[in-house]
């Protein structure tokens, strides 16, 4: 089969012409419909956008300590250094890598490496704190999830299905906050006193902070929010009108390693 | 019939003798002998016993409080009977993964009656049927299923907790 240069040229520039003008075309008939498949979403109008404030102005270790106990007991998060029955009792050595938490405490230097300065205020590099899911906004737990467990919802809720969990961690390589626990072995003999509301986990599922879905479908304040006395703020973020849209707009704040493009919806006012 | 036997060679006055003879018959006997017995082993104690039907009890607390008009399951009795497994499963998802984008949401479910229920296994089914062991397992055990349901959801519904 015989093409002669000239046929060639004329080819490829047709082709060329063509495939230039394909977004533009789309631009014409349905204008603003490809930007929107591509780019992600920010907050739209009328849809609820869940975020928590941090005020660590507040925080001290009793307010801490209350958050972190209110949420484990009424997710039933089992507490490996006390199991109901002492045969149960795990070696000291693996206690680290089961413990299992949903919301816990770090100081300045360990939630936000990288960003501490080499002098800082002493009272500052002590706070503990208040470390949770930070329900991303591009959360890489979903994308590496290989049965859609871990999804996110409309509202930015980064939600887990326990009953499709096949425990790879997977998610738990992809999240950078360190939010997510395996459960190594049955939690239900280190679960002090089981809360009827909601259910326990089995052996081998990842478990992480939900932002008390359970308790929002109730019209209710998270656990810890609740527990918190006004440390932590929780609203939803697309409101004009919330608490926490209010807060961010008079407080500066900062959030965990948001140069890894998660967008993270943590705040922390420090 | 012998001289019509044919092979690809031509016409042959008689088939080729070829001795009949059961290889290793021994062997082969005793192996099915063996297998057949391995078969049958499970079914030999249970043999000529009747095993009970399923004795379901209703006699919970929160079932005897109820009034007698009041005494009936969200669904007929004989519909759950049938469709309890897909309601709950149902249930599950419309729970779990309500929120997200094309799902079903809710955490409400609502009879054909037009009574609104929570749906929620431990909170609405095991509060009235606080009895797992004379209620689930009867029947479950008899057809031998075993649901892991229970791995994770606690047996005991919220009436119960709190009376304690």
Not at chain 1, 75 to 96: G, R, S
Request: hydrophobic share 35%; proline share 7%.
């Amino acid at each position: 089969m015989g093409m002669d240069r000239r046929e060639f040229i004329r080819i490829s520039g047709l082709a060329a012409l063509l495939g230039l003008s394909g977004k533009g075309a789309f631009e014409l008939v349905r204008p603003g419909q490809v930007e929107a498949a591509v780019a992600a979403k920010p907050g739209a109008e009328g849809v609820v956008r869940w975020a928590m404030v941090v005020n660590m102005q507040k925080m001290d270790e009793a307010t801490a300590k209350k958050c972190i106990e209110a949420c484990h007991r009424v997710h039933n998060v089992p507490d490996f250094t006390k199991p109901k029955d002492a045969k149960d009792a795990v070696p000291p050595e693996v206690l680290n890598r089961y413990e299992v938490k949903w919301l816990w405490t770090e100081h300045f230097h360990n939630a936000f490496p990288g960003e501490e300065p080499p002098v800082m205020p002493e009272k500052i590099a002590r706070l503990p704190f208040l470390l949770l899911c930070n329900h991303c906004d591009n959360p890489p737990c979903v994308r590496v999830c290989p049965t859609k467990a871990t999804f996110r919802r409309e509202d930015g809720i980064v939600n887990m299905d326990m009953h499709r969990c096949i425990g790879c961690r997977f998610c738990m390589a992809g999240c950078p906050f360190g939010v997510r626990s395996f459960n190594w072995r049955d939690p239900r003999p280190y679960i002090t006193q089981e809360y009827p509301g909601y259910p326990t986990r089995e052996i081998g599922v990842v478990e992480k902070c939900t932002f008390c879905a359970e308790r929002l479908a109730q019209n209710l304040m998270p656990a810890c929010v609740e527990a918190s006395r006004g440390t932590l703020i929780f609203g939803d973020l697309n409101d004009e009108k919330s608490k926490v849209r209010d807060t961010l707009k008079r407080y500066f704040t900062i959030r965990r390693k948001v140069h890894l493009g998660t967008n993270p919806q943590v705040y922390y006012i420090v | 019939m012998a001289e019509n036997y044919k092979n690809e060679f031509g016409v042959f006055a008689e088939r080729p003798q070829v001795e009949k003879k059961y290889y290793d018959a021994k062997n082969i006997f005793t192996g099915l002998a063996v297998f057949l017995l391995l078969l049958i082993l499970p079914l030999v104690p249970n043999l000529g016993k009747t095993i009970p039907p399923p004795q379901r009890s209703l006699d919970t607390p929160v079932i005897q409080k109820m009034a007698e008009k009041d005494r009936k399951c969200i669904m007929p009795t004989d519909w759950m009977r049938a469709n309890h497994m897909q309601m709950l499963v149902d249930w599950r998802d419309n729970v779990v993964r309500s929120g997200e984008k094309g799902a079903a949401n809710g955490r409400n479910f609502v009879n054909p009656e037009g009574k609104k229920y929570l749906a929620s296994l431990t909170n609405t089914c095991m509060d009235c049927h606080s009895n797992k062991d004379k209620f689930c397992d009867q029947c479950h055990n008899y057809v031998a299923v075993a649901p892991n349901c229970w791995g994770c959801h606690l047996t005991e519904g919220k009436t119960l907790a709190e009376a304690k």
